[in-house]
């Protein structure tokens, strides 16, 4: 009977027999990493390594705490885009080295975090603190490694902006001298609502951080070696020739799934539209 049941497996197509793999992503723009209509290097990276080790891949996309409790109770495996903060280190594993140190070279890329302002407010900051200030510095809520950065400075802040479009509108109402979020993001916000090139980057930044995607620790428990060759590919890709080609693309949300070498699949087009409810 064993026998039996053995060679009907051995019969089944391979993708019956696939290892799910079930991760969640935040569900806003977060420039390059993720698109709510596209394709951003996070998503790149995990459909790619889905596909070439032949992974059931499911990629839901809803706000990031959500992401994080659902992880916790065992409904994903993984997070899409992290990186090491309390507001995860609890629920989730980030690749390590042979002496247990943080991983980089498996991270799908470092992010900094800066500042930015309007060029006619005097606020400042030179890389060690903040200067010339009149209100509390505006940041974007929901952003964990964000959030951890200000809570360790010392100065006034606030997570009342749900989007870089958001602290760009605040400062053009005056309601903020200065904001605080990841340069990428930032960035893109800017391309297409800055006509007047009212708005500056300041350097240096606040903080470089790589962002991982973040194993569940009960996965990562039953699935060590799965774990291990999931980031061993995102490393080999983000080294890849092809994703040279292709990276320019993804700052302006330019990469298509043919130009990726993504086979076109229902999985693909859904787990390639964020919802912008989060729902």
Not at 214 to 229: C, D, E, H, T, V
């Amino acid at each position: 009977m064993l026998s039996r049941v053995l060679l009907i497996a051995l019969l089944l197509p391979f993708s019956c027999l696939a290892t799910e793999f079930r991760v969640c992503g935040d569900y806003r723009n977060i420039p390059p990493l993720i698109y709510t209509q596209g394709l951003g290097a996070a998503q790149y990276f995990i459909l790619k390594t889905a596909e070439n080790l032949q992974l059931k891949l499911t990629l839901d996309y809803h706000p990031q705490p959500r992401c994080i409790y659902e992880l916790a109770q065992g409904h994903y495996d993984a997070l899409l885009s992290s990186t090491p903060s309390p507001a995860v280190n609890d629920d989730v594993v980030f690749p390590a080295g042979q002496l247990g140190q943080l991983d980089t070279s498996r991270a799908y890329l470092l992010m900094r975090v800066v500042a930015f302002k309007m060029k006619s407010n005097p606020a400042n900051w030179d890389g060690q603190q903040f200067s010339h200030l009149t209100l509390p510095v505006l940041y974007e809520s929901g952003v964990p490694v964000v959030q951890m950065l200000m809570d360790k400075l010392a100065v006034p802040s606030r997570a009342s902006a749900k989007t870089p479009l958001h602290m760009i509108g605040m400062m053009r109402l005056g309601r903020a001298d200065i904001a605080v979020g990841l340069e990428p993001a930032i960035a893109y916000a800017l391309q297409g609502n800055d006509p007047q090139d009212q708005f500056i980057i300041l350097n240096p930044a606040l903080l470089e951080t790589p962002v991982f995607l973040a194993m569940g620790k009960r996965f990562m428990a039953s699935n060590p070696s799965l774990a291990q060759q999931i980031w061993d590919e995102i490393k080999r890709l983000r080294e890849s020739p092809e994703w040279q080609k292709i990276s320019a693309q993804v700052l302006n949300n330019q990469l298509t799934p043919a130009a990726a070498g993504l086979k076109p699949t229902t999985e693909l087009q859904s787990a390639s539209q964020a919802s912008e409810q989060g729902k």
